[in-house]
Antibody, heavy 126, light 109 residues
């Protein structure tokens, strides 16, 4: 089955850019949305954004000015860049596959995250 | 402050039933489907319920979901100590931004 694995530096200095990559194995990255979600220690989940394999993106409005997502279908990977980080960006970062579509019968959007990567802790500190 | 409101904690005895509520508005739950996630201590979240009430393969029928208006509910019957976890609801908001509830910690007494 599809598995996801996050990778990247565990320590980033304040004001610098956090960069993470999610590698998808056991299936193709194509024709799906993929998301990044983070969780500060002891707190809840925060959605960062999603990217389709065409490169189309949606970002959390509260992070939009600092977030860039990209996808490399040849490597079955997608990536996150978060600029101008502060201590508030310290968190476990998860990548996940998104199932999402518009239900024309109800007019509702559906969506769910499955599977998830194991997560990677990123600490922002000098 | 999360867009979706969940109780911080719930508890019940083994074998009992518990429900976890998720309250939103017409800009999110009221006009979109809800999914639920279980996060066992020290692990990544796992999909529990999608499209309000559907269970992925491998999720026991002790777990159920429902939605009414701008609120959703997760139900767990036959509670087991292994169900102790944090539970999160989530859905799309009107701006196509995903929102999660603040999470509910389930304690099985």
């Amino acid at each position: 089955q599809v598995q996801l694995q996050e990778s990247g530096p565990g320590l980033v200095k304040p004001s610098e850019t956090l960069s993470l990559t999610c590698t998808v194995s056991g299936g193709s990255i194509s024709s799906y949305y993929w998301s990044w979600i983070r969780q500060p220690a002891g707190k809840g989940l925060e959605w960062i954004g999603r990217i389709y394999t065409s490169g189309s993106t949606n970002y959390n409005p509260s992070l939009k000015s600092r977030v860039t997502m990209s996808v490399d279908t040849s490597k079955n990977q997608f990536s996150l860049k978060l600029s101008s980080v502060t201590a508030a960006d310290t968190a476990v970062y998860y990548c996940a596959r998104v199932r999402s579509y518009y239900d024309i019968l109800t007019g509702y959007y559906t969506g769910w995250f499955d599977p998830w990567g194991q997560g990677t802790l990123v600490t922002v500190s000098s | 402050q999360s867009v979706l409101t969940q109780p911080p904690s719930v508890s019940a005895a083994p074998g009992q039933k518990v429900t976890i509520s998720c309250s939103g508005s017409s800009s999110n739950i009221g006009n979109n489907y809800v999914s639920w996630y279980q996060q066992l201590p020290g692990t990544a979240p796992k999909l529990l319920i999608y499209e309000n009430n559907k269970r992925p393969s491998g999720i026991p029928d002790r777990f159920s979901g429902s939605k009414s208006g701008t609120s959703a509910t997760l139900g767990i019957t036959g509670l087991q100590t292994g169900d102790e976890a944090d539970y999160y609801c989530g859905t799309w908001d009107s701006s196509l931004s995903w929102v999660f509830g603040g999470g509910t910690k389930l304690t099985v007494l």
